[in-house]
């Protein structure tokens, strides 16, 4: 155990001497080093090719949805009087920043620029004997035509979709991918005509083609919001899982902007998680590109608004490779939202810290970009606030520094935080280092 009976912590009010910037100079070298934690590893090679759209929307799906859940407080969140509302305030506060960091397109796939690679008998549009002979290609051919004179493409291809032939549900499927990804009106048509009954089962398909062209046209339909109690209703939870699981790196992407999408309504966060949804996007955060581990990231983030989510992004291993994020440029900052999510039940709390999240956090603290340092003390607030062991911890890497520098420097939150975390060191320190305070917490932790 630490004893912080001798550690000086100046007030935050008090100027930043040469004095603290040299401490902060040397605080790496009060580390110590744990060989438990796991070092990062490699991505898995993925080949699927990053796509070359610039998916950032100004008023991007992802934006409109974190907002949403900003600006409602979960009440399970914390239950610490300790805490009194004010980390649970300031985290929901963050969430709204989360969205600075999500960018989201109806079909990320980037299909138009592989259509264009492809021969002309492979792209979907190629003439067949009985769907309409149309370019889908053309964004603005599509975003042009009267909705009736598509009516008919929309009808031939939902014929399609149910024969036995596969090459006929792949042009299909895919032809209804493109249709739904440029108007809200075309995809409430197609979904009123019948289609997402029939896509549903396709979801399943052996053919990955055709599987990954079913997930992003549920996907692009889940963005018309009267669909999305219809794919709902037809039961497309699971069969989506089961494409987060096995599908293309594209379908998995998509998989995960669908249940994401889905999860809009807030019933099905609890099914999506019950269904098995949260251990294969945590394989998608490890293993996939950077656009899927952005998917994964923002996804995990919705689902873990209630408690039971969170444990089960826990038992499934969430918490390492999110402590291995905190490094690594511009996925650090959702990263620590989602730790600070997860840092919501006590399960969270002790892997955040047990994976080297403390030391991590730290390092943040002193070397991080202005709105990753907010981040960081917010979660460091939630780990610190109960637990003396963690106090101990906390200073023992080398925190005081940094978040006096934050205290005088950072924003109006990340100064109110950095405060607040000073202020519970103080305490512990005048209550007698390392054993007081946070008694509970310590007896959990020691099991």
């Not at 438990?36 to 100004?58: F, K, M, N, R, V």
């Not at 053919?207 to 497309?236: C, M, R, Y």
């Not at 089961?242 to 999408?261: D, F, P, V, W």
Request: glycine share 8%; with cysteine.
């Amino acid at each position: 155990m630490v004893s912080l009976s001798n550690t000086q912590i100046p007030s935050p009010q008090s100027p930043c001497t040469s004095s603290n910037r040299i401490h902060l100079s040397l605080a790496h070298s009060m580390r110590t080093l744990r060989p438990g934690i796991s070092q990062p590893e490699p991505d898995a090679p993925s080949s699927e090719p990053e796509s070359d759209l610039d998916t950032t929307l100004t008023d991007s799906f992802i934006d409109t949805c974190l907002c949403e859940l900003a600006a409602t407080v979960a009440p399970s969140a914390s239950k610490s009087p300790a805490l009194d509302g004010s980390i649970t305030t300031g985290i929901l506060e963050l969430s709204r920043d989360f969205s600075d960091y999500s960018s989201f397109n109806s079909d990320i796939s980037g299909e138009l620029e592989r259509l264009a690679s492809v021969t002309r008998s492979e792209a979907p549009n190629s003439s067949s004997p009985d769907l309409p002979d149309l370019d889908l290609t053309s964004s603005e051919l599509l975003e042009t035509m009267p909705l009736e004179s598509l009516e008919p493409v929309v009808k031939a291809c939902i014929e399609k979709l149910s024969t036995s032939l596969e090459e006929e549900k792949r042009k299909a499927t895919a032809r209804i991918r493109l249709l739904a990804k440029h108007r809200s009106d075309l995809r409430e048509l197609i979904g009123a005509s019948g289609a997402i009954p029939v896509l549903v089962p396709l979801l399943k398909s052996t053919d990955p083609a055709t599987q990954e062209s079913a997930v992003t046209a549920l996907l692009n339909l889940s963005l018309e919001e009267t669909n999305k109690a219809a794919i709902t209703a037809a039961g497309a939870i699971k069969p989506l899982v089961y494409a987060l699981r096995t599908g293309t790196g594209i379908a998995k992407q998509n998989a995960a902007c669908a249940l994401l999408s889905l999860s809009m309504i807030e019933d099905n966060r609890a099914t999506i998680g019950a269904c098995g949804a949260v251990p294969p996007l945590v394989s998608l955060l490890v293993h996939g590109s950077t656009r899927g581990k952005k998917d994964s990231l923002t996804t995990l983030y919705k689902l873990c608004s209630i408690k039971r989510n969170k444990e089960r992004a826990v038992d499934a291993g969430a918490v390492g490779p999110l402590v291995r994020l905190i490094g690594e440029g511009g996925l650090s900052e959702k990263a620590m939202v989602v730790l600070g999510s997860l840092a919501g039940v006590l399960e969270g709390r002790e892997a955040i810290v047990e994976e080297g999240g403390i030391q991590a956090l730290v390092e943040a603290l002193e070397d991080g970009p202005a709105k990753g340092k907010e981040f960081a003390v917010a979660v460091l607030l939630q780990l610190c606030a109960d637990s003396g062991l963690n106090r101990a911890m906390l200073v023992r890497e080398g925190a005081i520094p940094p978040l006096v520098a934050l205290s005088q420097t950072g924003s109006a939150r990340a100064k109110q935080k950095a405060e607040t975390l000073l202020g519970y060191l103080r305490e512990q320190r005048q209550e007698g280092g390392g054993s007081g305070g946070g008694g509970t917490a310590q007896a959990n932790l020691a099991r």
